[in-house]
Structure formats: structure tokens, C-alpha cells
């Protein structure tokens, strides 16, 4: 989806290892915000920012943190990994302000 | 009772049929509503964007919202394989910029 960057596409961890997926938009709007999808739960906001230096928790923070120091990325932390961390991670930009969101093609993350 | 229900399906239906889908909400304080479709592997993908109540139509799919009923649906003509994915309702309010989704309906058309 063009303006939303993911990286990496695909990644395999260990119980316990950390690590951080990336999210870079070419937009240039301020409100950007981190789901999980996982099957039968739908789209669960973990973290959104409504521009630079500011951040806050959405429904399922814990396990995860979030920081916004450019208006361009927005990084998520997966702190210590846990097999319940295991899912499709979406990055989106936009909303607030009656906006739409637009997505990244997503980050497959799979915690052994 | 949940904020957005969508049936999940399976939804399949012969290719060049109307294909029907649908929302129901709870909260009378959305505004806003969107469908987004989503491709296997793939983020999802802005289709409708509408405000409060009425239909709105960009070439062979037509957002329809009934705030009376807290009821919206997403009508496609002519349906194609093409079509084939996975639809999330979206809706918001004034006073809360967060986007709430419906869990998705799985469509299959069949050529």
C-alpha cells in the first residue's frame, strides 16, 4: 500500500528474544497507529500517536511499547516475546479528525 | 452486546451476482463509516468513506448507511473473482478518533 512502509515482511523469534518492527509513511500526516489481527479477533489497536513526542495505549498495550520522534516512523518494541505475541502486525496512517486509515501490507511475526 | 458485528462468513456467490454485506452497530454516536477490503497477505484497503446517513457510489460498489437501524452495507454490481477477499465495516464518531472495525466477511466469487 503506497505511503505505508512495513518492515521487516516476515519474522520468526524465540520465547523471550526482543525486537522492533518498523513502520515509515511518505504522507506526511500526524495520527499513526499499531494493530494486531489475529483470526476471529479482527483488528485490535495496540498504540497510536497523534503526532510527534506523543503517544497512548489502545486495547491491548501490554507486551509492547511505542515511541514517535519523527512525524515519518513510528516503531513498535516487542519488549520479551510470547507466544501470544504471535500474529499479523499493521501499521496505519490517519484518522482522528474523521479520517479514514490507510494500511501497510502488514508484518507476520511468529514467537516459538 | 458488541460495538460492530459483521458476519464473518464464508459469503460465496456466482460470478456477475449483487453481493450484499452488512454491519450492524450499537453506538448512535458514529458519524463516520468505512469499508475497507482486504486481499490475502495484504494490509487493508480504503474502498468507502461516508458521513451519517444516505448512500454513496463509486463505480460498481455502493456504501449504504441507516443510522435509524445502526445498519450499513456495501453493495457490489457485476461481481467479479477479482472481488474475492476479505470486507471490514469501520465506523466513527465525533467525540473519539478511534476507528472502530467489524471483524470482516469472507467473500468468495465463484466463476
Known amino acids: 500500500n503506497a505511503g505505508v512502509t512495513q518492515t521487516p515482511k516476515f519474522q520468526v523469534l524465540k520465547t523471550g528474544q526482543s525486537m522492533t518492527l518498523q513502520c515509515a509513511q511518505d504522507m506526511n500526516h500526524e495520527y499513526m497507529s499499531w494493530y494486531r489481527q489475529d483470526p476471529g479477533m479482527g483488528l485490535r489497536l495496540i498504540h497510536y500517536?497523534?503526532?510527534?513526542?506523543?503517544?497512548d495505549q489502545g486495547e491491548v498495550p501490554n507486551g509492547y511499547n511505542v515511541s514517535r520522534s519523527t512525524t515519518e516512523d513510528f516503531p513498535l518494541r516487542l519488549l520479551s516475546a510470547a507466544p501470544s505475541q504471535t500474529s499479523v502486525y499493521f501499521c496505519?496512517?490517519?484518522?482522528?479528525?474523521?479520517?479514514?486509515?490507510?494500511f501497510g501490507d502488514g508484518t507476520r511475526l511468529s514467537i516459538l | 452486546q458488541k460495538e460492530v458485528e459483521q458476519d464473518p462468513g464464508p459469503l460465496s456467490v456466482p460470478e456477475g451476482a449483487i453481493v450484499s454485506l452488512n454491519c450492524t452497530y450499537s453506538n448512535s454516536a458514529f458519524q463516520y463509516f468505512m469499508w475497507y477490503r482486504q486481499y490475502s497477505r495484504k494490509g487493508p484497503e480504503l474502498l468507502m468513506y461516508t458521513y451519517s446517513s444516505g448512500n454513496k457510489e463509486d463505480g460498481r460498489f455502493t456504501a449504504q448507511v441507516d443510522k435509524s437501524s445502526k445498519y450499513i452495507s456495501l453493495f457490489i454490481r457485476d461481481s467479479q473473482p477479482s472481488d474475492s477477499a476479505t470486507y471490514l465495516c469501520?465506523?466513527?464518531?465525533?467525540?473519539?478518533?478511534?476507528?472502530?472495525f467489524g471483524k470482516g466477511t469472507r467473500l468468495h466469487i465463484l466463476p
Open positions: 496505519a496512517v490517519g484518522g482522528g479528525a474523521h479520517q479514514p486509515q490507510h
Open positions: 469501520a465506523m466513527s464518531g465525533d467525540r473519539d478518533d478511534k476507528i472502530i
Open positions: 500517536s497523534v503526532g510527534a513526542g506523543i503517544t
